[in-house]
C-alpha cells in the first residue's frame, strides 16, 4: 500500500507574494496575545500590515511569514512507521514565546485505516497525557496517506485521502513552531463545515469561518454565557473536530494535549492550533460517514458508558431548597399534576456546611428516611459531591491516614503557614489547601494518583456514606477544580454572608515560581478575562503537584473532571454495585466511559436554551452522549414561557434535568399548570419512547457513535442540513424541531428531502409530511414538532409515573413504513436488560441483554413483521408486546387474518385510517418476547 508519499518540491506552491505578504485571508496571527502594536510584531519578526479595515476587525495585522522555520534533514520509513527529522533554520522567524526546539521528531503510524502523527522535541521526553488512549486498528474502507514535503517554504505535511486526494490537512501554511511553553502548528483545511471544539458556547453548530475567531480550551469554573461569551472556555476541554468535505465524506481530527491551549478558525480555511506544554499528538480519523469518524473516535478515547434505565427518567433539583420538608412538597406536587418524575436530587444543601459525606442534621435530618420513601415509590436520588475536602474532619484525617495524594506545593518554603498552621492534620504536609463552599480550608485529592490508594479511599469514603443514606447516583462539581479567591484581596467570599473568611490562596506571580503561573503566552482562557488573570484564576496555583509528585497542575489541571470521574466510577460500584448514573461538569476526552456531563450553570434565556441544543449534539460527538441542560435555566429568573418550551425541548435530551438556583423563585414544572401540562405530554411521550432512547444509548456504548445527532450525520449530501444548528435527530430515526424564541405558535422545520417522514406529534399524527420546508404546529399542549423517518421501526411501551413501573407495561412498536410501487419496507431493533446490573468498562459483550430486530415488509397482499431474537438474556421477563401501529399503510389489513408463527391468531382491534393510512392493531399477548424469534403476519382486505 502506498500510503506514505515523501515529496520533494523545488518549486514555490503557497500563495506568498514576491514581497512575503500572506492575503488577510490565509494568516497565522504572530500577535494572539495582548499588547499588540507594529513595533511589538516587528521585533517578533513577523510581518505587519497597516491596513486595518475597520470592518473585519478580526484580521490579524501581525502574521508570521508562510513558511516553516524547520526543515526535513533526515527521514526514515518502517513498516507502518515514517520518521523525520526537522531541524529549525537559523535565520528563520523565532518562536515569540520561547526558543524553538532546534530539533524535533516528526513520526506518522499507521492505524489501520487511521493515522496518527506526532511531533515531539528530539531527546527529550515531554508531558503525554495519562489517559487510557486505544491505538485500535481502525477500519474503514477509506485510507489515509501522508505526504512530507521539503520544499524552499521548509517542512510541512499533508494528510491525504487517498481515493479523492483531499488534503484534510496541509501545514504548508507556515507557523510551526515548538518551544517549551509555546507549541503551535497550522493548517489549510478542506472545508469550512467543521464541527466541534470545547468545551465553548457555539451560537451555531457548523464553525463561522468568514472571519478570524479563537477559542479557549482550559477547563474553568465558568457560567456559559450564551448571549456574547464567544471564545470563553467553559468546564472541559475536547480537542477534537469533525470535518465535512466538499463531496460529503467525513473525517474526525483530535489533539491528545491536556495542557491549557487554544485554537483560532480562519478563512482560508484554515485553522491555528497552539498549546503550551505536552507535545502533538494528532489523530487522523478517515469516516467516511460522519458517524464512521465519532465511532472511531471512540474507538480511541473509549465508548460511552451505559446509564441505567431509570437514569433515563425525568429528574428535578434545585439549589436552595430549605430542607427535607420542601423537597417532599415538591416531589408531591409533581406526582399530583401527573408528571412522570424518576429522580429527585439534593444540592449542596444537604451537606453540613458543605462538607462531602456529610449531611445537615437538622434540616435534612430526614432525608435518609425520604430517600428510603421515594426508593419504595420507584423513584431515585442523587447527590451533589465536590472534590475538595475540608481540612479537619474525618473524611481528611482517613486520607492523611491512607497517604492520600493530593495537590501539593512543589517545595516546602511555599506552603503558606498562615493557612497550613491552622490545621493540625494538615500542618505536617505540603498539601494545597484552598477555599470552596466548606468553611475551612480544603485539599484537593489528585485524582491520578497512580498507586490505587487515592481511588481505594475515595470509595471507601462513598460506601460509608451508602450505608447513611442509599443515594443512587453521583453529580460531580466544582471540578475544574474550582477554587474560590485565588490571588484576590480580598477575596470575593469576604462579602457573603455564607462563608467565614478564610485566607484565600496565594500563587507567586514574579520570579522563578510562576514560571508555570504565567507563562510566556497564556492562552486565550486566560486573556480572555482581561488583565489580572493568571493560570490560578478561579482555582489552584500552575505548579502544585499532581501525580504524586511526578506532573504539576500546569500539565494535568484538565483532566482533574476526567480522573475524579474514573475514580467515582470505582466508588459507584464499590458503594452501591448497582448501574446508575455519573454526571460531571468537567470533562475530557475518556469521560464518557464513566460519566455524563450537564452544560454546567446556564442562565434562564432564550439564547441558553438554543445553546443547550448545539451542546448537546456537540458532547455526543465528544464520547459523552448522556448529556442535558438545566432546564428551564440555572441563573436568573426564568418565565412560564421559557420554562415550557424547554420542558418540551429537554424531554428528548438523555440527561434530562430542571435546575434552579438558590434565591430564584421555585421554576419545578407543577408551578404553573401549563408548564406542568407540556411537562407532563413531553414526560409521557419521552417516557413511552425509552426503549428506543435506551436501545441507542445501548448501541453507543457497543460501537462507540452518537445518540442524538445533528441532522447532517444521517444526510451529509444535503447542503441545507450542514447549518441545522436547532434541529437534531434521536439516532437515525426521529428528528425533532423545537421552539427556541418566544411568541411563536408554530416552528419552521427542515425534513431532508432524501427521506419521508410521518408526524410523531399531535397534529397529522401519522400522516406522512411534504419533505423539505415547512412550518408546523407547536402549541402549548402538545409534544414539539418531532418526526418518524419512513423506513424505521421504533419500540416503545405504554408509559407511567416512574420508569419503575414503565418497565412492567406493555411493548408497543410504531413503524414508518418506507413504501415503493406499492409495497413497503421497516427495520428497527430494541435492546432490553434489567436496567440497572453494573457493566464494567469494556465488558458489554459478556453483559446479559436482549436484542430483538424489527423487520417489517408489505405487498398487496399482505404483510409480515419478523421478530429475531439477536441475543437473549436470562432471568428477565419481557412484558408482552400488544400494540403496532403502522404508519403509511396503504391496505386494509384483515382483521380475521393474522397470524403468528403462522398459526391463526385472534385481533381484539383493529384500526385503519384511509385517509392517514395509518393501521393500528392491538391483542392481549399478541406476541411474547420472551420465546425469542417469532413472526407476525396478516392479510389485506382484497379491494
Ligand atoms: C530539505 O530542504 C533543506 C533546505 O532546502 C535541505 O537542506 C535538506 O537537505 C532537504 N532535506 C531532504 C531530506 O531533502
Ligand atoms: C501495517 O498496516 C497493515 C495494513 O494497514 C497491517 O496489515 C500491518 O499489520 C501493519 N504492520 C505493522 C507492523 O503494524
Ligand atoms: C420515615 O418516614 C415515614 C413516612 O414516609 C414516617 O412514617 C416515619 O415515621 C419516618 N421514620 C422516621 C424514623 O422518622
Ligand atoms: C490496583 O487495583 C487493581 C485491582 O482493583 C489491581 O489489579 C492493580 O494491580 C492495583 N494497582 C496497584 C498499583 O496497586
Ligand atoms: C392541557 O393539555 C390539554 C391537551 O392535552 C388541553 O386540552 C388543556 O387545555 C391543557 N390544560 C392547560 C392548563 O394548559
Redesign the pocket.
Known amino acids: 500500500m502506498a500510503w506514505l508519499r515523501l515529496i520533494c518540491v523545488l518549486a514555490i506552491v503557497s500563495t506568498v507574494s514576491a514581497d512575503g505578504t500572506v492575503p488577510v485571508g490565509q494568516r497565522v496571527d504572530c500577535f494572539p496575545d495582548p499588547g499588540f502594536s507594529q513595533d511589538a510584531c516587528k521585533a517578533r519578526g513577523c510581518i505587519y500590515d497597516s491596513d486595518y479595515e475597520q470592518n473585519k476587525p478580526s484580521d490579524p495585522l501581525c502574521y508570521f511569514p508562510a513558511n516553516n522555520g524547520y526543515t526535513v534533514t533526515d527521514q526514515s520509513v518502517k513498516a507502518n512507521t515514517t520518521t523525520a527529522t526537522l531541524t529549525f533554520s537559523s535565520g528563520a522567524t523565532a518562536n515569540p514565546f520561547g526558543t524553538n526546539f532546534q530539533q524535533l521528531q516528526f513520526q506518522s503510524t499507521q492505524l489501520g485505516n487511521a493515522l496518527k502523527v506526532s511531533i515531539k522535541p528530539v531527546g527529550t521526553s515531554r508531558y503525554v497525557p495519562p489517559v487510557p488512549i486505544a491505538e485500535p486498528f481502525i477500519q474503514s474502507p477509506e485510507s489515509l496517506n501522508v505526504e512530507i514535503v521539503n520544499n524552499t517554504g521548509g517542512f510541512s505535511f499533508r494528510v491525504v485521502r487517498q481515493i479523492n486526494n483531499i488534503r484534510l490537512w496541509d501545514t504548508s501554511i507556515g507557523g510551526l513552531h515548538f518551544a517549551d511553553q509555546y507549541i503551535q502548528i497550522a493548517t489549510y483545511l478542506p472545508t469550512d463545515k467543521i464541527y466541534g471544539f470545547g468545551e465553548n458556547i457555539h451560537q451555531n453548530i457548523k464553525h463561522d469561518f468568514t472571519k478570524y475567531t479563537t477559542w479557549g480550551m482550559f477547563a474553568r469554573d465558568q457560567p456559559p454565557n450564551s448571549v456574547n461569551g464567544e471564545g470563553e472556555n467553559l468546564y472541559g476541554v475536547h480537542p477534537f473536530y469533525l470535518g465535512l468535505e466538499e463531496d460529503g465524506k467525513a473525517h474526525g481530527v483530535f489533539i491528545l494535549n491536556s495542557n491549557p491551549q487554544d485554537v483560532t478558525t480562519g478563512p482560508a480555511p484554515h485553522l491555528v492550533y497552539r498549546t503550551i506544554g505536552g507535545q502533538l499528538d494528532i489523530y487522523y480519523l478517515p469516516g467516511p460517514t460522519p458517524e464512521n469518524v465519532i465511532r472511531q473516535y471512540h474507538e480511541l478515547i473509549g465508548k460511552p458508558f451505559l446509564p441505567a434505565y431509570w437514569a433515563l427518567g425525568f429528574q428535578l433539583c434545585r439549589y436552595g431548597y430549605s430542607g427535607v420538608d420542601e423537597v417532599k412538597d415538591t416531589v408531591a406536587r409533581l406526582k399530583a399534576a401527573g408528571i412522570p418524575q424518576d429522580v429527585q436530587f439534593a444540592d449542596i444543601d444537604y451537606m453540613e456546611r458543605y462538607k462531602d459525606f456529610t449531611y445537615d442534621h437538622d434540616k435534612w435530618g430526614q432525608w435518609p428516611n425520604f430517600t428510603d420513601y421515594l426508593h419504595s415509590q420507584g423513584q431515585r436520588v442523587i447527590l451533589i459531591f465536590d472534590p475538595a475536602i475540608q481540612a479537619d474532619y474525618d473524611t481528611f484525617k482517613r486520607g492523611i491516614e491512607q497517604n492520600v495524594s493530593w495537590i501539593e506545593w512543589p517545595r516546602d518554603d511555599l506552603v503558606m503557614r498562615d493557612i497550613q498552621d491552622q490545621y493540625p492534620l494538615a500542618k505536617n504536609t505540603k498539601i494545597m489547601l484552598g477555599v470552596v463552599w466548606p468553611d475551612k480550608h480544603v485539599g484537593f485529592p489528585d485524582f491520578l494518583d497512580p498507586t490505587n490508594i487515592t481511588t481505594n479511599w475515595w470509595a471507601d469514603e462513598f460506601k460509608r456514606y451508602h450505608d447513611l443514606q442509599k443515594f443512587d447516583g453521583i453529580w460531580l462539581d466544582m471540578n475544574e477544580p474550582s477554587n474560590f479567591g485565588t490571588n484576590q484581596d480580598p477575596p470575593w467570599y469576604y462579602g457573603s454572608s455564607d462563608h467565614p473568611n478564610d485566607l484565600p490562596l496565594k500563587c507567586p506571580t514574579s520570579g522563578a515560581d510562576s514560571a508555570l503561573d504565567i507563562p510566556p503566552y497564556k492562552t486565550k482562557g486566560v486573556y480572555i478575562y482581561g488583565d489580572g488573570n493568571v493560570f490560578a484564576s478561579n482555582t489552584l496555583c500552575a505548579f502544585g503537584t499532581s501525580i504524586r509528585g511526578q506532573s504539576t497542575l500546569y500539565n494535568t489541571k484538565n483532566l482533574y473532571g476526567y480522573s475524579e470521574s474514573v475514580s467515582t466510577w470505582k466508588a459507584l460500584e464499590v458503594a452501591r454495585g448497582k448501574r446508575a448514573a455519573i454526571v460531571s461538569r468537567s470533562t475530557f476526552p475518556g469521560s464518557g466511559t464513566v460519566a455524563g456531563h450537564w452544560l454546567g450553570d446556564n442562565t434562564a434565556r432564550w439564547e441558553d436554551l438554543r445553546t443547550s441544543i448545539i451542546g448537546a449534539q456537540e458532547f455526543n460527538l465528544f464520547g459523552i452522549p448522556y448529556v442535558g441542560s438545566d432546564i428551564c435555566g440555572f441563573l436568573g429568573t426564568t418565565n412560564e414561557e421559557l420554562c415550557l418550551r424547554w420542558q418540551q425541548m429537554g424531554a428528548f435530551h438523555s440527561f434530562m434535568r430542571n435546575h434552579n438556583t438558590a434565591g430564584e423563585p421555585a421554576q419545578d414544572p407543577a408551578q404553573w399548570?401549563?408548564v406542568a401540562?407540556a411537562t407532563r405530554?413531553a414526560n409521557l411521550f419521552r417516557y413511552r419512547h425509552l426503549p428506543y432512547l435506551f436501545s441507542l444509548h445501548f448501541n453507543a456504548t457497543r460501537y462507540g457513535g452518537t445518540v442524538i445527532r445533528p441532522v447532517f450525520f444521517e444526510f451529509p449530501l444535503d447542503a441545507t442540513t450542514h447549518t441545522l444548528s436547532h434541529q437534531f435527530l434521536w439516532g437515525p430515526a426521529v428528528l425533532v424541531a423545537p421552539v427556541t424564541e418566544p411568541g411563536v405558535k408554530t416552528v419552521s422545520a427542515y425534513l431532508p428531502t432524501e427521506a419521508n417522514w410521518y408526524s410523531l406529534f399531535d397534529t397529522y399524527y401519522g400522516s406522512q409530511l411534504d419533505s423539505g420546508h415547512g412550518v408546523f404546529p407547536a402549541p402549548?399542549?402538545s409534544i414539539i414538532p418531532t418526526f418518524l423517518r419512513a423506513g424505521y421501526i421504533l419500540p416503545r411501551q405504554a408509559p407511567a409515573l416512574t420508569t419503575t413501573a414503565a418497565r412492567q407495561n406493555q411493548f408497543e412498536l410504531v413503524i414508518g413504513s418506507a413504501v415503493d410501487a406499492g409495497t413497503g419496507s421497516a427495520h428497527g431493533e430494541l435492546y432490553w436488560d434489567d436496567g440497572e446490573t453494573w457493566i464494567p468498562i469494556g465488558a458489554i459483550e459478556q453483559h446479559n441483554y436482549y436484542r430483538f430486530a424489527f423487520d417489517f415488509s408489505f405487498t398487496t397482499a399482505s404483510a409480515t413483521l419478523k421478530i429475531t431474537a439477536l441475543n437473549t438474556a436470562t432471568g428477565i421477563t419481557l412484558p408482552p408486546l400488544n400494540n403496532i401501529e403502522v404508519f403509511g399503510y396503504p391496505y386494509i389489513p384483515d382483521m380475521n387474518q393474522f397470524y403468528v408463527n403462522g398459526q391463526q391468531v385472534k385481533i381484539d382491534s383493529l384500526t385503519y385510517s384511509p385517509f392517514t393510512k395509518v393501521a393500528n392493531i392491538t391483542s392481549n399477548g399478541l406476541i411474547d418476547l420472551n420465546k425469542g424469534t417469532v413472526t407476525l403476519s396478516w392479510k389485506n382486505k382484497s379491494n
Open positions: 399548570p401549563s401540562n405530554i402549548w399542549t
